[in-house]
């Protein structure tokens, strides 16, 4: 094979189960969850690589990965079917010392170092495949070289009240940073650690080495390399990152998400040209809209028939809305089938699944309502009532 | 399979003068993100053919940004795939481009000779339909037949014709009696598709007697006294399901439209295992604003609607501006209309600009056409 050396090779962290979105997950990792009408969360960062100029990513799975190594596949739809390189699925495997899941983040790129050494690169950028953002990983390598880091961390400004749920970095003026606080009470800095690391190759087997010696450790980024490189004096640096960019780990955090791209100035925006998200498609045909059909302040993809009304929604592909359906403030994932005079408000609806007629899911979506989520190829029978804030599955 | 496909990609180009002036027939943009050879190819690819040539003359740079290598019809193989058959005129003006179906067969001799396929389906790319090939194939072996010409009852007077077209007569056999061109104006006739299955020793060898008898119509010289003499087995297969056939531009307005009927989208996309393949472009979904009115439409993703969309047809990235009003249209891809501007039975090609405030009306029968790129 002919060798090229890449300069960034990026670890996508697509494992996790995601036990937070329940029902939604129960058959897929939480990477390959549908968002956005015809996308999928990992799209997000794989797009992100390519858009940033990075062609070879290592893909980590570990949680029920069928789906999401299907929708992978070889990587054509984000071009990332390469002579050399390209995109390729890490699940854990069985070595000469024996085989073991992938323990924690760390662990996972350690038991990958071999992959990461084929392509000889400067640095390594690591991701996680549940965020939603469009980001260019480039300017972030450029940052980390000029500052001559041994590891970058990109951080975004959360508001102070917020600041206890995430890795919480405080910096100097030059944007070093001098202490990591996981989750604290009483958060002294806004920057948010997003998840998305630069660490200069050599540095980061060295600490992954060291790290796996240690059988104290739970080998894990946030809890361990970063604090212990910190306490090192490595050189760490904040890149801050300024632009839509949410966690969807959650039901709400995911809904809300989806409404982001709703609106006639709409926080999250995937229309035009550049910096296009890229999503593996199946073949179907331009969406139809009825005669009597109401579609208002919607996201629809193709394959959808809408015959009956649609508000403040987020349709994928494959769709079937009949007359006198009713759909408003819900997500639906694609190849569902919604039967005359049912009523679908503020739900998620995965893929597969049938509201029969006249059934209602969910309710207004009002100061005290939750959101109903009904899981993949669930049959909703005609008339049935699914209670808002409902988990159901199959 | 046992079987490869020849596309003709620019015989129809003259009956459609206004779509065709930058790109072939085989590129003409059709229900929203297709374009004409889509139904051809795909009905290739989903009867098991893996090895298509497309021959192709003039006005091909649309068609090869549309074919990429194939991948999108999954026709990026290493042995088959798509071969395109460019004109073969060398630069010291040997050769010259093929004016008809007979020279275009004969510029293509070196793709049937070195094909091992016994059988080829040839195809135009004027039909509009979903076919299942294998079963014309499985037919047209089991006759025995030379040549298996799929055939389609229609009713003349709804097909806006500019050229003329194979009318068929079979005896109960389907063993092919009569073969006239002509251009039929009223009742019911069975007309051939320009969708056929060949034996391609048989085709080599008519190729090779026409070239040396110094034919020029494949239709009239070859097809026609064969079957009058009746010196080969020519057959008719009549296909059954939805078809529509553009040979103008109010035929192709008119075959547009059918799109909105639930007969043609589900004789067209909803067949099972028998997807229409196309060139994926990566456009986010359709966005519905606040305020917009759809109905009675098919609409293809990355279109931002405010406005008013009524009876029409709207391909990837169309903009409809608030007060907009778009009735019975076509508007292409990328077409972008301002606001309260007001449109009536408008083809638009691909990156039209319809200024605020327009108001453009043309009729069913007589569609008013707006050139590519043009600021109105």
Known sequence: ?394 | MNVAGLIFANIHDRSLPELTQVRNMASVPFGGRYRLIDFTLSNMVNSGITKVGIITHYNYQSLLDHLGNGKDWDLARREGGIKLIPPNVSAAGAGHLPSSRLESMLSAIDFITHCNEDYLVLSDCDIICNLDLSDVIAAHAASGADVTFVTKRVDASGMYLSESVGCVKADENGRITEFVMKRPTDGVVNIYTNIMVVTREYLISMLSDAAARGYTSFFHDVIAHVVADGTANYRAYEYEGWYAYVSSLEGYFNASMKLLTQEARDGLFAVANRPVLTKVRNSSPTKYCEGAKVTDSVVADGCIIEGTVENSILFRGVKVGRGTVVKNCILMQDTYTGSDAELNCIVTDKNVVIRDGRCLSGCETMPIFIGKGRYV
């Open chain 1, 1 to 394: 094979m002919i060798f090229r050396k890449k300069e960034c090779v990026a670890m996508l962290l697509a494992g996790g189960q995601g036990s937070r979105l329940y029902a939604l997950t129960k058959k897929t990792a939480k990477p390959a969850v549908r968002f956005g009408g015809k996308y999928r969360i990992i799209d997000f960062t794989l797009s992100n690589c390519v858009n940033s100029g990075i062609d070879t990513v290592g893909v980590l799975t570990q949680y029920q990965p069928l789906v999401l190594n299907e929708y992978i596949g070889n990587g054509f739809p984000w071009d990332l079917d390469r002579a050399f390189g390209g995109v390729m699925i890490l699940p854990p495997y069985q070595g000469q010392n024996g085989a073991d899941w992938y323990k924690g983040t760390a662990n996972a790129i350690y038991q990958n170092m071999t992959f990461i050494d084929r392509y000889d690169p400067d640095y390594v950028l690591i991701l996680s495949g549940d965020h939603i953002y469009k980001m260019d990983y480039d300017k972030m390598l450029d940052f980390h070289k000029k500052k001559g880091a041994d590891c970058t961390i990109a951080v975004i400004d959360v508001p102070i009240e917020e600041a206890s749920r995430f890795g919480i970095m405080s910096t100097n003026e030059d944007g070093s940073i001098w202490k990591f606080s996981e989750k604290p009470k009483n958060p002294d800095s806004t920057k948010a650690s997003m998840g998305i690391y630069i660490f200069n190759r050599k540095k980061l087997e060295e600490y992954l080495i060291a790290d796996e010696a240690d059988p104290a450790s739970s080998n894990d980024f946030g809890k361990n390399i970063i604090p212990t490189m910190l306490q090192k004096g490595e050189k760490m640096f904040a890149y801050p990152f300024s632009g839509y960019w949410k966690d969807v780990g959650t039901i709400s955090s995911l809904w809300e998400a989806n409404m982001d791209l709703l609106g006639s100035k709409p926080a999250l925006d995937l229309s035009g040209e550049d910096w296009r998200i890229f999503a593996r498609h199946s073949a179907d045909a331009p969406q139809y809209v009825g005669s009597r059909a109401r579609v208002e302040n919607s996201y629809i993809t193709e394959g959808c028939e809408i015959y009956g009304t649609v508000k403040n929604s987020v349709v994928g592909p494959g769709v079937k809305v009949m007359y006198g359906a009713f759909v408003e403030d819900s997500v639906l994932m694609g190849d569902t089938v919604i039967e005359a005079g049912a009523t679908v408000k503020y739900s998620i609806i995965d893929t597969g699944v049938t509201v029969g007629a006249g059934a209602t899911v969910g309710a207004d979506r009002d100061a005290g309502a939750a959101i109903a989520v009904v899981g993949e190829d669930v049959n909703i029978t005609a008339g049935a009532v699914v209670e808002p804030g409902a988990m159901l599955s199959e």
